[in-house]
């Protein structure tokens, strides 16, 4: 069995009003836009640097590098799909995987279950096998400032 652990973060831009932001493979409301070179889902980045991490093959910039327009706003659930092709091709399988969203806004947990399910389908796995929760950083740094969000994650891997 292998551990994998990883982090993600985006800026907010300044623009302000009703937008969707990707979080978990899914659409969730927002008064800010996430700055990024893909959709930004800071909760699937950190979760395939976990899988990628896991079995020591680097991270998500080295296999999808913010410096190539393939990648240019690239739905993350497709980015996830491709790290499961790369366990998979290593004989290895998702056992469990645990997500924590670190952001004052947007409040997430009516999407919760939502999330778990396009993540448990992404890693061939049943929900039960997701884990996710959110917390703030009670207005402490960049996060409490409002000026972005973060992520990180914590995979376990097992043989086939």
Excluded: W
């Amino acid at each position: 069995m292998r551990i994998g652990q990883g982090f993600d973060a985006h800026r907010f831009g300044d623009e302000q009003g009703g937008f969707e932001i990707r979080l978990g493979g899914v659409d969730v409301p927002s008064d800010r836009q996430v700055e990024a070179h893909s959709d930004g889902d800071v909760l699937l980045h950190a979760l395939c640097d976990a899988l990628l991490g896991s079995l020591a093959l680097g991270d998500i910039g080295r296999h999808f590098p913010d410096t190539d327009d393939a990648y240019r706003d690239i739905d993350s659930v497709t980015l996830l799909g491709s790290v499961v092709a790369l366990v998979e091709g290593r004989h290895q399988r998702v056992s469990n995987a645990d997500l924590t969203l670190l952001a004052e806004t947007p409040r997430v947990a009516n999407y919760v279950e939502d999330m778990c399910k396009v993540i448990a389908d992404a890693l061939k796995v049943s929900p039960n096998k997701i884990n996710i929760k959110a917390t703030t950083t009670e207005g402490m740094g960049y996060i409490g400032r409002g000026e972005g969000l973060a992520a990180m994650a914590v995979v376990l891997v097992e043989p086939l």
